[in-house]
Structures are given as C-alpha cells and as structure tokens.
C-alpha cells in the first residue's frame, strides 16, 4: 500500500500534461476551421443579359414573334408564355435566341410547365446551348449532332426500364448520334430522376456553367418559392464552345403533353475580382452613331411640335405644362370626394327604403288601431279574453317603438347627408385640407356605425317578441276553376274520337303495307 500511495503523485502529473497537449491542439485545429470559415469562397458577380431572355406578361409582339428570339415548328408564343408544342400528336417545336452569347461564365434560370392527361407523357423537352442554331430535328425538336451541351427532360420511358421522368444532360461535339432506344443513358454525363409532369406551380430549373463546372438545379413544382432549388447533376471539366446559341425545344410522340415555358432568364457571371464591361462598351460605334442620330432626329421633331403648338395656341405661351397633369395630391382629393359621392349615393338609397318601410309600419299600426277601436264599440267586445287585450296592445306598442327607432334612424341619414352636403360646398368653393376630409369621414362612418347598432337592436326586439308570432296574415280565398265540368266532358270525347281515328289510319297503314309484301 505505501508504494502505490507514493507512486500516485507521478501518475497524476502524467495526466495532467497529457491534458494540457490535447487542450493546446485542440484549440488550435478551432482556430484553424474557423480562420478558414471566416474566409468563405465568394460568389460571382450576376448580370442580366436581356437580349437573351424573355419572360411575360406582353411577351408577343404584333407580328407573332419574341423580341431577340426566332420560334420555328409548331411552336405559338403568347402573351404571358411559349407554347413550345401543344398536346397533339407528332408535334415538334423549338426556339432561339438570335444572337450568339459570347461570354464564357453564365447562368440560366428555366420556368416551364408539361402538363397532360395521360399518366405517361411524351416526348420531352430539352435546352440547348450550341454552336450552331438547332432550328429542327429528331432529338426533342432539336438538331442531332450538336455542338455544345443538352439538358434534356424526358418524360418517356424508351427504354422500358421505368427510369422516367428523368432528366439528362448530354455533351457532344458533333459527331455523336443521340441514342433514342436507350433514352441517352449510355451518353450521359449526369442525370436525375424527377417528375416535373402535371404540377401544381411551374417548375424551376437552374443551369450554372463557371469555370468549366456544369451544375444543374430543379424546383419540384409543388411550392411558388422561386429559390427552393434541390441539386439534380454536376459536370465537372466540362469544355463547351466560346459562343454559341442558347435554345428550347419540344417533341411529342404517340403521346402528347402541352410543354409551356413560362421564361427563360439568362445571367453573365464574372468572377468576383473582375468586374463585368459597362453595357455601353459591348454597343458597336456604329449602332452607337446610329441611335444617337435617331434621338436628335426625334429631338428636333419634338421641338418642332412644340413651336406649332406655341403659334396655335397663343393663350397657353408662358404657363408650365406641369399645370396641365394632374398633381398626387390633386388626384388624392378627387378619389376622396369620389368616394364621398358614392356613400351619398347609398346614404341617399338607404333613407328611401327607410321612408318605405315607416309608412309601411305607419299603415300597420293604424289598421290595428281601428280594429282594437271596432272591438271595443262592438257589444261583444265585453267577451274579449284579457290575454287577447294585453297581446293586441303589446303589439301595437311594438309598433310604436318601430316608429319611433326608424324615425331616428332617418334623422341621422338626414344628419349624413347634410353633412357630406357642407363637405362638397365647402370643396368645390375652395378645396379642402386633408385633416377636414378625415374629421368629416370620422363622423360620417360613426353616423354609419350607429344605424347599424339601432336596426341590429330593432331586429331582435321584434325577434324576442312574441306578439309578432300570433300576428298572422290573411289566408288567400280559394281561386275559382279556370275548367268547367261541361268543357272537361267535350274535350275528352274529342280526345277519344282522335284516338281512335289513328288507330283505324294505323291498322289500314299495316294491312296496305302486308298485301304489299
């Protein structure tokens, strides 16, 4: 025992050094991650590029077409989208941009819709960049042999091995010949299984290509979310030619589906220490020359125009022609007094159904009135049961108390309407501030407020009481006959006669038609 007891204090020693080392690196390697966190990779610097997208609404134009794009086949440009193919059979179409992109980092964001009634769909729809325009071909509407890259969705199964809907990306360099049978798998440089076919939203795909890395993204469709993108492939050294033509393309089989793109965005990407040209620079000097003589041209047509108008017009010579548009604040106060004319309107259409129904409640309780005063002369009125008395007579005080609330009720639509009265006069004499047009809003809406507490009260007076359940309306005497007994008799004897006229015709009819035969 007193070995060991002497032995402990090394021991201890030990594992405290040990300890303190794996302490020291430790804290070490946590400043070494977080050094390297604290310097992410930046991201590139994003342009849009207009002249290589199209997007709705008033995407057509007069002429049918797509500003900086060409539609060639079946394909019908709309305005808030590009039917690529509608769902008819053996259909195929495809669109293009007109110029070639000529920078080398880019990123295009795809909005489109395949929607069909069938299970199955077909063919696909496939994106395109390309040396060359594709303009028409067997590979989704596309040429075959391309130059460039394919990102394909297929929503066909060729193959049978039940891998579709899937989408493919496929490289060529326009030699290869795209394999059909096998739906490109034996081409592929990347593909995923997703089902974009008959979705509640549009579905979303997003195609990076930077520095020589191809990423593709895709949105399911289920969610309006524009940035809820999933990774679906990447392609890594991937070389694809310095310019070329972006395009969409469609194909419909046996089966068909209607591919819509709703948009085709495309975006420059640069690295993010250098800074993309000004758009200015990219503008040749001769279309530069051209539109700066194009604006002096409409410049000078412009003053022209003013001069005329000056010499036509010679009492409008010295006045701004701000004066001639209507200012924010002058278009505030005419939507207010606008808005005053209209509750008017209904103001004014409420206080004569009020006046109907006084004069109606006005009726009743005189009619009352001259039965209870019938009653009471009568002789027998002595037999009148008191229940009956106290129910007449708490009817006709409901009555009264109904005069009395709809009389007050028209006191205050009068109120209103004298009040938005003063508020037009004292407008149309010399304008009115905003904080007057509030205030006299203010009342107008607490005027409103309390005739819809007093006819909600009305109503469930004359609920809760029960006088208006004995009140009951005249029965409706019995109508006279409009068919006499003696008419009744004369047009069934002469329906019996005709009845019986067709069936002598009918059995002559058969027995001519039998000795013919």
Request: include cysteine; charge should be negative.
């Amino acid at each position: 025992m007193a070995v060991s007891i002497a032995q402990r204090p090394s021991a201890n020693g030990r594992v405290l050094i040990i300890t303190f080392l794996t302490t020291v690196i430790f804290h070490c390697s946590v400043a070494d991650i977080a050094a390297g966190a604290s310097t992410p990779e930046e991201l590139p610097h994003r342009r849009f590029e207009y002249k290589y997208s199209f997007k709705g609404p008033h995407l057509s134009q007069t002429d049918g077409g797509v500003p900086f794009w060409i539609h060639t086949g079946n394909a019908i440009p709309g305005a808030d989208q590009v039917r690529i193919t509608p769902s008819l059979r053996s259909q195929k179409g495809s669109v293009w941009t007109k110029n070639k992109v000529n920078f080398n980092h880019w990123e295009a964001e795809v909005t489109f819709r395949v929607s069909g009634r069938g299970r199955m769909g077909a063919d696909g729809l496939a994106v395109w960049f390309t040396s060359e325009q594709g303009l028409d071909g067997p590979v989704y509407g596309g040429a075959d042999q391309w130059n460039g890259i394919g990102i394909f969705f297929d929503s066909f199964d060729n193959d049978g091995k039940k891998n579709n809907p899937a989408i493919v990306v496929v490289g060529n360099n326009g030699k290869l010949v795209y394999d059909h049978q096998n739906d490109g798998t034996t081409q592929s440089l990347g593909t995923c299984l997703r089902d974009f076919r008959n979705k509640p939203y549009p579905v979303r795909s997003k195609i990076t290509y930077y520095q020589k890395t191809l990423t593709v993204m895709i949105n399911n469709g289920f969610t309006p979310d524009r940035d809820d993108y999933e990774f679906c492939t990447k392609v890594d050294n991937m070389v694809l030619p310095s310019e070329g033509f972006f395009g969409i393309s469609a194909a419909t089989g046996g089966l068909a589906d209607d591919h819509d793109v709703l948009s085709f965005l495309l975006f420059r990407l640069s690295e993010p220490g250098q800074q993309p040209p000004p758009p200015e620079s990219e503008i040749p000097k001769e279309e530069k020359d051209k539109y700066q003589e194009e604006f002096q041209n409409f410049q000078q047509e412009l003053d022209k125009k003013k001069e005329d108008f000056q010499k036509e017009h010679p009492e409008v010579q010295g006045e701004p022609i701000e004066d001639f548009y209507e200012s924010v604040n002058d278009r505030e106060i005419r939507q207010v007094f606008e808005g005053q004319n209209r509750i008017h309107l209904e103001i004014k259409q409420l206080n004569r159904q009020l006046a109907m129904i006084l004069d109606e409640q006005r009726r009743y309780v005189n009619v009352i009135t001259e039965e209870v005063a019938k009653k009471g002369t009568n002789a027998e009125s002595a037999q009148l049961d008191t229940t009956g008395q106290q129910q007449l007579g708490s009817v006709i005080t409901t009555q009264q108390e109904v005069l009395k609330n709809l009389n007050e009720l028209r006191n205050s639509f009068s109120e209103s309407l004298k009040q938005i009265g003063s508020t037009q006069h004292q407008a149309n004499a010399g304008g009115i501030g905003t904080y007057e047009t509030i205030q006299h809003f203010n009342d107008i809406k607490e005027h409103l407020h309390m005739v819809k507490r007093d006819v909600e009260h009305l109503v469930q007076r004359n609920a809760q009481n029960p006088a208006e359940k004995i009140m009951k309306c005249p029965d409706v005497p019995p109508m006279p006959t409009c068919l006499a007994t003696l008419h009744f008799v004369i047009f069934i004897v002469v329906q019996s006669v005709l009845f019986f006229c067709y069936i002598m015709y009918k059995s002559q009819q058969e027995a001519a038609a039998k000795k013919f035969f």
